[in-house]
């Protein structure tokens, strides 16, 4: 297997200029604007994988963007391998806060990545981390060396909540039954401190209106006097944490998952520099529940987060208007055992109880998605903690993020999988944010990686 | 003066025409892709004074938008009316809720304009009262029925702010010495209850900018974790009111004037109806500080709106972000004797020390203006009710209301100038709203009174 080292060197070149010809693309899943684009990606993505060596590929219909299907089936008394990955993309904006077009890639070096780093929307998110599976199943088949059988599946709707794909699963059960899933759509601690994700959150998100006049009225007149949905909204959204940051939606907290102290000090021995975290924030002092550390409340604590607010006059200068309406989208982190569509229920329940007279309150859920917690025991576990010792030289640490794959969960409720989840960006690659990059030696790490998991874990089953 | 009648059925068809033609020029001060506009706007309205027969008009720079200005002297002995209005509009947005474009006026039916309501941006404030003025000046010198010396000035700052203005006033007092100043840019009560403004609120305007993580991060890896520019900001501006929605801005009410039981027992005689209030706004409830009435809310006391807010993910879909920041329009209308520069402090002192460690907070002054008072007792007001009484056959009320005109202030202040503020506009006419309208009833009836404050100021002068 050495010879994948000398594989990613004599193709290298190949390697990053294809990721980049699907960086160009922009493949917007949120803004319907795209859908050629989001389209036009899954054909190229089909046909990488046609490239790669698969037998059988396909593009899948769904009620939304298509799922990208291929398998290359070896012999069926073998393990089978499941990956998946998206690729569609987070919306690029604010756009005038990237320092080179989302769309336009181009490889920089930063501190972090001196080995220079791919700027562009989905470089890291999932982009890249899908193609280095695509990469990784060409050097296993074009080299003879695929040791199980290996499917593919790659996804169009994950940043908008992948809502076609329960149905998606339900009515391909007997194509995807596999072994174990294989996913890069996480992150790892540093590039000497290799890590595997174990612990993932849940989603709850939802959109909120408020409604106070029928129609923008002049401040002057009515000011003071009748109910500015912008002002409620502010108390609203300001009256959903108590004074020690806790979320008051009742019943919030009732299934949260009580972590053991033992857990915690275990947790609490990952390395973490609190000053290093403020500092790379340039923020002068964190924020967050009371009684738990930050990394505590980015990982086994749920939360409450305003996403985007919008309402009233926004433009150049001063109009002294009461809007009619205001608006927030509002998203929950939620940890095991908190339900999403359970929670969501008792966010609308609760926000509709604490509207004032005066206004009217709609709540629409855009998605959601349960936590995930992987055992440690489990084979694919072991083979990927191997997989990392070998080309990293070093034992990855089991790592709770704070992050949702919400098919996770799903995969274990429809297909009976265990999900294992190989990350290769690192927290400060600014997915979902502007300058969203991915380091080339991580591109290359990951593709070097992912060879050495389908061989141990077929070795372990074996 | 009968002949005010007539002229007016003759030249009816006209005087709309040249209305509709001001109001076709999207002559928006706020915003600078429109400047063009506004300087077409300003030679309109030079080249209907001296259509209307000034004797010299003029285009006055200033260091912002110029004033026009136009005067007609008879005799130096009579006294001098200076009048004043501006000639800029407010931003139309939100646009999608207008029914006709709003720089394409139309005359449509309303329930409450039963002949008809021109529907454009700026067709009641100020174009459609100022340009009453242009056309009452017209018939006065046309006819030779002028019965005093005439000023005008038309300003086109004053949806922002007349930052130019106090200079401007310093420059010309001699150009601009009169005996009172009349301006229409308020409202009546209804058409068939007339009103005078007697009281107008003044205006702190701030611009709030609130700083998280220096950039924007995923909600599900740091959400909990690090202070949210959006959730702090909405933390901030609902403590800015208390339970008893008084502001709670340390020192905020220091100034306010008290108004006595009987004064306030006087005001609660104005008609109003508090169902129709909220049937007309369509809420079921009103909203403000307790212990005051409706009325008295938007008139005898200050208040604080929020007047825009933004920040984060604001377009379709869902995007799981923790912006880096988080911005609000604040408004605060301020009754007789509040300063709006020390309020402005006031206001900067208190947001910055409420703002939460982890965040950093900017606050950046839009512009101001100085709560007015007129007194029943002088020639300018008995003018004015006695013209009323003309033209309505009924006795005006004197009414405060709460919008702010900054420049009534500043004139007392520099030209040592009382103002008279005889406005022919209803609140329902939606002025900085969408679907703003003026009724052709309205605009005749303010042609025809204007002449007979002209002629009773100058008699009871004598």
């Not at 990956?83 to 972090?112: A, C, R």
Request: glycine content about 8%; aromatic content about 8%; some cysteine.
């Amino acid at each position: 297997m050495d010879t994948i080292k000398n594989y990613i060197a004599t193709h290298k070149e190949r390697f990053l200029n294809e990721l980049i010809e699907l960086l160009k693309i922009p493949s917007i899943s949120a803004d319907p604007a795209y859908s050629k684009d989001v389209l036009k990606t899954a054909e190229m993505v089909e046909q990488s994988l046609k490239d790669a060596g698969c037998d059988t590929t396909e593009i899948c219909k769904t009620k939304g963007y298509p799922v990208v299907y291929g398998e290359k089936i070896i012999d069926s008394s073998l393990p089978t391998i499941l990956v998946y990955g998206h690729y569609d993309v987070q919306p690029p904006d604010p756009m005038n806060l990237w320092t080179s077009p989302p769309f336009e890639p181009v490889i920089k070096k930063t501190e972090l990545h001196p080995e220079g780093a791919i700027f562009a929307r989905g470089s890291c998110d999932d982009k890249g981390q899908m193609y280095m599976h695509v990469k990784a199943i060409e050097f296993m088949i074009t080299n003879d060396l695929l040791p199980c059988n290996v499917k593919v599946m790659i996804e169009g709707e994950e940043e908008v909540g992948s809502d076609s794909l329960a149905d998606f699963l339900e009515n391909h059960k007997e194509k995807l039954s596999n072994d174990i899933i294989l996913i890069s759509d996480t992150g790892m601690i540093a590039n000497d401190v290799p890590s595997i994700t174990t612990g993932l959150r849940g989603l709850s998100y939802v959109e909120v209106e408020v409604t106070g006049p029928n129609r923008d009225l002049h401040s002057g007149i009515y000011g003071g006097a009748v109910p500015n949905p912008i002002n409620v909204l502010n108390k609203m959204i300001a009256s959903l944490h108590d004074e020690d940051n806790r979320i008051t939606v009742a019943e919030f907290y009732d299934k949260v998952e009580e972590v053991s102290n033992e857990e915690r000090a275990e947790m609490a021995k990952a390395p973490f520099d609190l000053d290093e975290y403020k500092k790379a924030l340039d923020i002068d002092d964190v924020y967050g529940e009371k009684g738990f550390t930050t990394s505590e409340r980015y990982s086994i604590r749920p939360t409450l987060d305003v996403n985007g607010i919008w309402g009233g006059y926004t433009g150049e200068g001063a109009k002294t208007v009461i809007a009619s309406k205001a608006y927030a989208k509002i998203s929950m982190r939620l940890v095991p055992h908190q339900d999403p569509d359970e929670i969501t229920e008792l966010f609308i329940k609760h926000f509709e109880a604490i509207a004032p007279k005066g206004v009217k309150v709609k709540v629409t859920p855009h998605h959601g998605g349960l936590p995930y917690v992987t055992n440690m025991n489990s084979l694919g576990y072991q083979a990927a903690a191997k997989a990392y010792e070998k080309t990293f030289n070093k034992t990855p640490i089991p790592e709770r993020t704070g992050g949702s794959i919400p098919i996770v969960a799903l995969f274990e409720q429809v297909l009976g999988s265990k999900t294992i989840l190989m990350g290769f960006g690192l927290d400060s690659d600014a997915i979902h944010s502007p300058n969203e990059h991915f380091g080339v030696w991580n591109y290359l790490k990951g593709i070097e990686t992912i060879p050495y998991f389908y061989k141990y874990f077929t070795e372990l089953n074996s």
